[in-house]
């Protein structure tokens, strides 16, 4: 019985403070209004610089499993070696994809390439040499992969784009940075406008925190309505955010994809659907996280003993 008597009081209390919270929203429905407006606009241009971000780092990622280092054998090679060499490259930690290319392959593509010329490559078949494309799986174990290649024998060159690698490795490391500062001041731009929000909420009620805290109600009682309606502020923004970026981004996207230009580069774009449970996920504990700071910080000031 006593049990029962627990659980339903503090049902009562949870019930109780989660009400004030959306009580506080709608009675100062223009204070609300306000947050809700400059808390969307903060949480689109989030959204924007999150997927733009995401789909640069999964475009870099792309070109970069592109970027092969080509590996020349020694012209007496044989079929055995060859086999060999390729399992050595293989086993490489780092190494994505290993390509053989035979010499009349290469013989064969360059007099494609010459076209009306080709007839100055007959005969000459034997000057070209077996070789392997290889990609790795991340670009900055280039230099190492190439030097452990070097170390395999009947291995003669190896050619490879560095500086092209170095400068894709460094934009990458750029938009990262650049998009991770960005993302930076807009929460704290959310979080300033969500503390203001509730500091007018908290201003109005100032006598009545006063009496509560005169009759002996912790802190904790008091600041949690204010926690839920920064929480419930920042949720329904995310809500209505993640909606429109959705809208806008797969508007925006079928109309990049079917340029001519993006299916010339064979370049991929991520779907809504497949940054759909990050980005809400993201933004449901942004907006939480948002309104919980902003709520303690604002109510900071009235609770001090």
């Known amino acids: 019985m006593i049990k029962r008597v627990v659980i339903t009081v503090r049902y009562n209390i949870v019930s109780y403070l989660i009400g004030e919270g959306f009580s506080n929203l709608l009675k100062n429905k223009k204070s609300t209004g306000a947050a809700l407006t400059i808390m969307c606009m903060s949480m689109f241009m989030f959204g924007i610089f999150f997927v733009l971000g995401e789909n640069?780092?999964?475009?870099?990622?792309?070109?970069?499993?592109?970027?092969?280092?080509?590996?020349?054998?020694?012209?007496?090679?044989?079929?055995?070696?060859?086999?060999?060499?390729?399992?050595?490259?293989?086993?490489?930690?780092?190494?994505?994809?290993?390509?053989?290319?035979?010499?009349?392959?290469?013989?064969?593509?360059a007099k494609e390439t010459l076209e009306d010329q080709s007839g100055v490559l007959?005969?000459?078949?034997?000057?070209?040499?077996?070789?392997?494309?290889?990609?790795?799986?991340?670009?900055?174990?280039?230099?190492?992969?190439?030097?452990?290649?070097?170390?395999i024998d009947k291995v003669e060159d190896i050619v490879s784009s560095n500086e092209t690698i170095e400068s894709l490795m460094s934009i990458t490391k750029g938009i990262r940075m650049v998009?991770?500062?960005?993302?930076?001041?807009?929460?704290?731009?959310?979080?300033?406008?969500?503390?203001?929000?509730?500091?007018?909420?908290v201003h109005a009620r100032r006598k009545?925190?006063?009496?509560?805290?005169?009759?002996?109600?912790?802190?904790?009682?008091?600041?949690?309505?204010?926690v839920v309606?920064?929480?419930?502020?920042?949720?329904?923004?995310?809500?209505?955010?993640?909606?429109?970026?959705?809208?806008?981004?797969?508007?925006?996207?079928?109309?990049?994809?079917?340029?001519?230009?993006?299916?010339?580069?064979?370049?991929?774009?991520?779907?809504?659907?497949?940054?759909?449970?990050l980005l809400i996920l993201t933004y449901i504990a942004l907006g939480s996280g948002i309104g919980i700071i902003g709520s303690t910080i604002s109510m900071r000031k009235y609770l001090e003993v």
């Not at 070789?131 to 280039?142: I, P, R």
């Open 208 to 226: 009545e925190i006063s009496i509560m805290k005169y009759v002996g109600a912790t802190n904790g009682f008091i600041r949690w309505p204010f």
């Open 56 to 109: 640069i780092n999964y475009v870099a990622s792309q070109v970069e499993a592109e970027q092969g280092m080509r590996v020349y054998l020694d012209y007496e090679v044989t079929a055995l070696e060859v086999s060999n060499i390729e399992t050595k490259i293989r086993a490489i930690e780092g190494t994505n994809t290993v390509e053989y290319i035979s010499k009349t392959e290469d013989w064969n593509k």
């Open 179 to 201: 998009t991770f500062g960005i993302l930076i001041i807009l929460v704290f731009i959310s979080i300033f406008i969500i503390t203001n929000t509730i500091k007018l909420t």
């Open 229 to 277: 309606e920064g929480i419930i502020i920042g949720l329904i923004s995310a809500l209505i955010t993640v909606f429109i970026v959705g809208m806008i981004y797969n508007g925006v996207t079928n109309a990049v994809i079917q340029t001519e230009t993006f299916k010339a580069l064979n370049l991929k774009l991520y779907t809504f659907k497949d940054m759909f449970q």
């Open 122 to 151: 007959e005969g000459i078949e034997d000057y070209f040499q077996e070789s392997f494309v290889v990609t790795l799986t991340d670009l900055s174990l280039n230099a190492r992969v190439q030097e452990q290649i070097r170390q």
